[in-house]
């Protein structure tokens, strides 16, 4: 990545991982229905984790096979939850 | 010999960092101590001085009508219910024909001498099983004196010993053969099961000196000699609970001290399990009969 | 690993990640980070759906106003990592220091805040055994609240402290001037393992804490 | 080479104990398994002879403690306890310590450098730190024996809640012992995992493409990414039931609102996985062996690659049938049986190349090869025993019977067993510079095979009766006392078996010093570790070695010998390219 | 040595033991096919020297038979086992007249209530014995599975009954059986030291037989049960 020019700009990244802290911690609390709650501060949160891991872990400068191999447990994860929550 | 309490062989064994987590989450880490003591209390004498010594005999009685017991359903076990002619009874209560409550373990619960210790008896107690029942089914032990548990039925039984204050064990006992055990920290008393047989239960009291006694059928107990003074001595029964009476041992007499249990108390009993008794000293514990 | 003639470089091409050792080595053992959390994190969600009776409403139990701000701070830390990776980049030896010294305050305070947090919950009697959840005090939940919450957190918080060790290791070695603008991979994976750790306490934050 | 000369000048304890050589990891690896395989069929031997002898004296066993074996006039009869001690550390030894560390720990460390062409792990010290881990690990799982207590009863599963708390069995230390022993395995694995996975993408030579690698470094591969994905979730849940033990969680404790359910999906979801690590491997390892003794190329090269890599994806997606009776939702029940009978087909596509790769060879039939052979016969049996199990309403009857022992031993004794031997025979070279004594080695197959068949079978046949698995006197339920003297019979042969491995121990002894050398290339065989010295000097290519060909080039037609290896420039070629001599890292 | 099931007694038998026999028929043939053709290339292509093996890689044809055909087989047996699985596993399947029992597993007992006349469990007139279910023939039995401690599995070889009982679940068992006579119980989840010990019996009377048993037992409930077992 040094060889790619300019710096990211690290700062704004950090701002907006603020904001969205914020936001979460605002609509946590709304009078929501509990799914909408939930999926909502979900989506934030999946947003805030991709910001971190495309801009400070640099995944975005990184080659594709990088991007494969970083997003394989993932769904074994999903798999792993999923089935076991239709047990109960 | 072989220790209940291995933490100490544990930290040979494995790595003192795995000792640290394992030895707490045992629950067994103090009771080492126990072990040390009997070491030395094998080379003490007794401290009772037999010449001035008198004795306790105690006498427990059961008022009104013995409640009838349940007939022990046997039938998963038939080489046990082929040992009886007769249906089995549950023993929780057991009169004999004198109106003695038999079963009921009475011991010294405070008056000695500060600083008085008794050595380890270095006989063992046997509990037998027979017949798939706990034969006896109460003992007293003293602390560190080996507790014998037997086989006799050739047919697999386990020892399920749950304490408060010692550690617990549970053995299995697969055919005819003997294990011994030893609590090393007085309580009263231990709750001991076997399950594979669910109405199989016994009792056991630890005490750290030699002063109890188990009623048998016709309701006397035997608590031997001690040397002279005030004492204060609690009956325990399964399911009516305690109680406790002072008594005064003179030199050269036998004290009398006498319980009456009945039906009644039955509904509202405490019945103690895992009590640690501190036998040395008095007040802590009101005088007088009372029932619990 | 040295190349052979280009020529013969060109028919039997070199294989791999174009990615150096170090750096998709920590990648690798990162994958296998998520799955161990997938564990403790699927293992709360799996419990709580069974049993949402022990578990409180947000904020309910926890402190949420002062974990939001800790989690900022840990924001903070991950911003100032990557300044540091930047700085060295650019054979900034002064930044990298800077900014290494800046991510390690930040990220103690973490667990400072974090400490303090579990002493005061512990305080009211929210405890992980099960036996003496609320025992003190009546609080809301109840047991696998308390085990699920001290077993998350716990194994984050462990992670930061590891991070923190880790990155004093990296400030000796900058001291010593053994990165440069061509070997900053000690940096590098210090940063992916940090922002790694970042990345799983805002997706622990929002879990336990606000949903 | 200056790095080469500079590894002998270091001590003694650098070069052979803590060594960052992969060879010398791989070395200690063997010895590590091979005594921890010596103990679980020991223990192995104790179990059998409770089974077919019940609650009668064993021999010997006044040598064991009170609290194992119980002293009576007769004899020293062996306690339930210790029975449930035995049967969950020979699982959990086989497993972990003997199988997995042969197939992952051994052949890793030794074939993936090795057969890529690098110079060494892509982190040499991890490596070393691995099998640091892994050895204390096990002598931790071994001392839980000589607690108090004695060690953990659960099974090998370890089932909450009976594993959960101390009360259910009387085990506390024991278990303790047990999960801390796993979790630092676990380190020990994935630090392993890691250096795996990071080598082969990274360090493969020129010419070294991804369908150029020989099925063994392939098989490898795919086994550390599942121990890369599954060894944490197992992490995870040894650490969850740690807690439960020990400070007083409940996460799988009925009696604070836990799971015991949640203890299976984790457990098993690491499980199912584990179960490939133990076989993939040996797999690779048969299609090596297979086809140098066929002299012939692996047949259906890319299917078996393919085959692999479903095997490994499938492999998360199953896990719930070993939960078919656990109480687990019907419906999940229906998935999951169609994913596990799915699984079937890439091991059948796997057999069958195998009986493709020998079709029309040239058999030559050496010890590994015998071995392979065996491998495949005894997969075969294990592989279509698991058909049974897969089919939901006929596991209801089999299910923790002893079907499933003969299943779960067909396939890891007949299966990864008999690659471990054929593997350790093939490379016993590349480690020891020496060839193993042939005519010992099969000697050692034959009575192999033949007593582990006469083991194995018949528990399929008792397991069909009714006989459940883990019961510490068959001869409690009547209707098992009929199967008693099949049980005596199992147990005299078990009783050989074990004294048979004697036979392989001696000869793989003596073999370190009276062996045949060796020389480059015994087994003319084609892949790049045959192309150095037996064993390989440290760095082990002088020259980065470039690959021209995949592994399996046998009895080409282009060529006059029958082999043809990897870096053998084409014929075409004719002056050998320039290279720069190679720096060994340190 | 043999590859036989026992004799079933239940309804679920043969649908149990036919698939059984149909997944032992299938693998058999490959068993032997795979077996004799490995042992038949071994001797009839073993080592001639100065020959050459054959230089083949593969054939994709022969790869996709044999990915489609075992794809085909595996499939078909997973499907044809589907409904067994639904009719023995489903608590929707349980027939409605079915007798309510309640089986409360522990170290080391199996405690079987039985729901009396009324069919109501926890009520005055049920029954409980320890170890020994009675039941009566050609009637479907529900019963909810309950574990008090640790995990244990019940087991009825004779009915192909086998099921978990999980502490803090209730699971729902079912069977129906279709002669009268004494089968073993079993325990087949290893549930502590003396696991071996958790056996018990099945009696499975005729209709009247079951009904003087249930009669005995609510007349005199305080001491007839074993003079009666016995």
């Known amino acids: ?88 | 010999m072989r220790d209940l309490f291995g933490c100490g062989r544990a930290m040979v064994m494995a790595t003192a960092a795995v000792f640290a987590i394992a030895c707490g989450g045992g629950g067994g880490g103090e009771a080492g101590g126990g072990m040390e003591e009997e070491a030395a209390g094998e080379e003490m004498a007794s401290p009772v001085d037999m010449a001035t010594a008198g004795g306790i005999n105690a006498m427990v009685m059961f008022e009104g009508m013995a409640p009838e017991m349940d007939a022990i359903d046997m039938a998963s076990e038939p080489n046990c219910a082929a040992r009886y002619t007769d249906t089995p009874m549950a023993e929780e209560v057991v009169v004999g024909d004198g109106g003695g409550l038999a079963n009921v373990f009475v011991y010294v619960r405070e008056g000695l001498d500060a600083g008085m210790s008794f050595p380890t008896p270095g006989g063992a107690v046997v509990m037998d099983q027979v017949g798939c029942r706990y034969v006896p089914r109460v003992v007293g032990v003293q602390a560190g004196q080996d507790l014998t548990f037997r086989n006799s039925d050739g047919l697999p039984h386990n020892i399920n010993a749950s304490p408060s204050e010692n550690r617990g064990f549970n053995i299995s006992q697969p055919v005819n053969m003997d294990t011994n055990r030893n609590f090393p920290l007085a309580e009263v008393m231990v709750p001991v099961r076997c399950d594979v047989h669910g109405w199989m239960s016994a009792y056991v009291g630890v005490l750290d000196h030699p002063f109890h006694g188990v009623t048998a059928m016709d309701g006397s107990a035997d608590l031997g000699m001690l040397p002279p003074g005030d004492y204060v001595v609690e009956a325990w029964h399964e399911r009516y609970g305690t109680q406790t009476a002072s008594v005064t041992v003179t030199t050269g007499e036998t004290a009398m001290v006498s319980f009456s249990f009945s039906e009644a108390m039955a509904a509202n009993a405490v019945v103690p399990m895992g009590e640690p008794i501190d036998p040395h000293g008095h007040g802590a514990h009101a005088l007088g009969p009372e029932t619990h | 690993m040295s190349q052979p003639a280009a020529s013969t470089a060109d028919r039997h091409p070199m294989p791999g990640m174009m990615v150096y050792n170090v750096k998709l080595g920590m990648w690798i053992f990162l994958l296998s980070e998520v799955m161990f959390f997938t564990a403790l994190i699927g293992s709360y969600i799996i419990l709580r759906f069974a049993h949402p009776d022990h578990f409180a409403e947000p904020g309910a139990v926890l402190n949420v106003p002062l974990t939001a701000f800790n989690t900022f701070v840990l924001i903070c830390s991950s911003v100032s990592m990557v300044k540091a990776y930047a700085a060295i980049t650019q054979g900034d030896q002064k930044g990298l220091k800077f900014w290494l010294l800046v991510t390690i305050l930040l990220g103690t305070f973490f667990v400072g805040v974090q400490v303090y947090e579990y002493i005061i919950l512990a305080q009211e009697g929210f405890v992980p055994m099960a036996e003496l959840y609320g025992v003190a005090h009546e609080i809301e939940g109840a047991a696998l609240y308390g085990a699920t919450f001290y077993t998350m957190t716990g194994f984050h918080g462990t992670h930061v402290t590891i991070g923190i060790l880790c990155m004093w290791f990296v400030l000796y070695r900058a001291w010593q001037g053994k990165y440069s603008a061509n070997n900053y991979g000690g940096v590098e994976i210090m940063g992916l393992y940090w922002h790694f750790v970042d990345l799983v306490w805002i997706i622990l934050f929002t879990i336990v804490y606000l949903i | 080479m200056d790095a080469h000369a500079h590894a002998h000048e270091m001590p003694w304890i650098r070069r052979y104990i803590f060594s960052t050589d992969h060879k010398i990891i791989a070395i200690q690896f063997l010895l590590m398994s091979l005594f921890f395989l010596v103990v679980g069929g020991l223990l192995a031997a104790m179990i059998r002879w409770q089974l077919g002898f019940p609650s009668e004296p064993m021999p010997g066993g006044m040598l064991l403690p009170d609290e194992m074996m119980a002293p009576t006039p007769a004899g020293a009869i062996m306690l339930p306890e210790f029975y449930n001690s035995l049967v969950t550390m020979h699982g959990t030894i086989m497993i972990f310590f003997a199988i997995m560390p042969l197939l992952v720990g051994v052949f890793g460390n030794l074939l993936i450098p090795l057969q890529i062409g690098a110079d060494d792990m892509a982190f040499p010290r991890l490596n070393m730190a691995s099998f640091w881990m892994a050895f204390p690990a096990g002598l931790l799982m071994l001392a839980s024996f000589a607690v108090e207590g004695g060690a953990a009863g659960a099974g090998w599963t370890s089932y909450a809640p009976l594993s959960a708390s101390g009360e259910y069995t009387g085990v506390y230390l024991g278990q303790q012992l047990w999960l801390i022993s796993l979790t630092i395995l676990g380190f020990a694995s994935l630090a392993g995992a890691v250096n795996y996975i990071t080598t082969i993408i990274n360090m493969r030579a020129p010419g070294m493409t991804w369908f150029r690698m020989p099925l063994a470094t392939w098989a490898l591969f795919i086994t550390a990414i599942l121990i890369l994905l599954a060894i944490p979730i197992l992490a995870g849940a040894l650490i969850m039931l740690l807690f439960d033990q020990t400070i007083g969680t409940g996460f799988f404790l009925p009696a604070s609102d836990g799971e015991p359910l949640l203890w299976q999906h984790l457990f098993w979801f690491f499980g199912h996985p584990e179960v490939y690590i133990l076989i993939l491997p040996a797999m690779g390892i048969t299609s090596d062996v297979l086809a140098n003794g066929a002299r012939k190329p692996v047949f259906g090269y890319h299917a078996m690659v393919l085959a692999i890599v479903s095997i490994a994806f499938l492999s998360w997606i199953v896990w719930g049938h070993h939960m078919f009776q656990s109480g687990m939702n019907p419906m999940l029940g229906t998935t999951f049986m169609i994913t596990t009978m799915v699984i079937a087909v890439p091991s059948a596509i796997k057999v069958f190349n195998w009986l493709g790769t020998i079709y029309k060879g040239n058999i030559h039939l050496h010890t590994p090869m015998l071995h392979a052979l065996g491998f495949v016969s005894m997969f075969i049996i294990g592989g279509l025993s698991g058909v049974f199990m897969a089919s939901t309403p006929v596991d209801v009857y089999i299910h923790d019977t002893y079907f499933i022992v003969a299943h779960i031993h067909y396939v890891l004794f007949g299966g990864s067993l008999f690659a471990i031997f054929a593997g350790v025979t093939f490379w016993y070279p590349k480690m020891f510079g020496r060839l193993m004594n042939e005519k010992w080695g099969k000697i050692h197959f034959w009575l192999t095979l033949i007593l582990y068949n006469l083991v194995f079978w018949p528990m399929h046949s008792i397991g069909i009766q009714g006989h459940m698995r883990r019961i510490y006197d068959p001869t409690q339920y009547e209707f098992l006392q009929p199967l008693q003297p099949i049980n005596q019979f199992i147990t005299v042969c078990v009783f050989a078996l074990v004294a048979v491995q004697a036979i392989y121990a001696l000869n793989f002894i003596i073999s370190i010093w009276k062996g045949k050398k060796a020389g480059n290339n015994p087994w003319h065989a084609n892949s790049l570790e045959w192309t150095v010295p037996s064993p390989p000097p440290h760095g082990n290519f002088e020259l980065v070695p470039i690959v021209y060909r995949g592994p399996y080039e046998y009895s080409a037609p282009d060529v006059e010998e029958d082999y043809w290896l990897q870096d053998t420039p084409p014929p075409s070629e004719t002056a050998a390219p320039a290279l720069e001599p190679q720096p060994v890292a340190d | 040595m043999s590859w036989m099931l026992p004799e079933s007694f239940s309804t679920f038998g043969p649908d149990v033991d036919f698939l059984y026999y149909a997944i032992l028929v299938v693998t058999g043939i490959v068993f032997v096919i795979t077996e004799a053709l490995l042992v038949y290339f071994v001797i009839r292509y073993r080592r001639r020297d100065g020959q050459k093996a054959t230089y083949i890689h593969g054939s994709t044809k022969a790869e996709i038979i044999w990915t489609t055909v075992p794809f085909i087989a595996v499939l078909g047996l997973a499907f044809i086992s589907i409904p067994s699985w639904n009719m023995m596993k489903n608590p929707d399947s349980v027939p409605a007249d079915a007798l309510d029992y309640i089986i409360n597993a522990k170290q080391f007992e199996w405690e079987i209530t039985y729901a009396g006349t009324d069919g109501v469990t926890g009520t005055a007139d049920d029954i409980s014995t320890i170890n020994i279910m009675h039941v009566p023939v050609n009637q479907a039995v529900n019963i909810t599975l309950r574990s008090e401690d640790v995990l244990h599995s019940f087991f009825l070889p004779e009915m192909r009954v086998k099921q978990d009982a999980v502490p803090g679940m209730d699971i729902t068992v079912w069977f129906e059986a279709t002669a009268a006579g004494a089968y073993p119980i079993g325990c087949a989840e290893l549930c502590g030291n003396l696991h071996t010990t958790m056996g018990g019996t099945l009696n499975v009377y005729e209709a009247a037989e079951f009904e003087a048993w249930v009669a005995s037992q609510s007349a005199d409930a305080d001491d007839a049960d074993d003079q009666e077992d016995q």
């Open chain 1, 1 to 88: 990545m040094a060889g790619n020019g300019e710096e990211p700009r690290y700062f704004l990244i950090w701002f907006i991982l603020f904001v969205l802290t914020m936001a979460e911690v605002g609509y946590a609390f709304l009078a929501l229905p509990q799914w909408l709650l939930a999926t909502g501060l979900i989506l934030m949160a999946l947003w805030k984790a991709l910001l971190v891991a495309i801009y400070y872990m640099h995944l975005k400068w990184e080659p594709k096979r990088l991007w494969i191999l970083a997003a394989s447990p993932l769904p074994l994860a999903v798999i792993l939850v999923i089935a076991v929550l239709t047990e109960f």
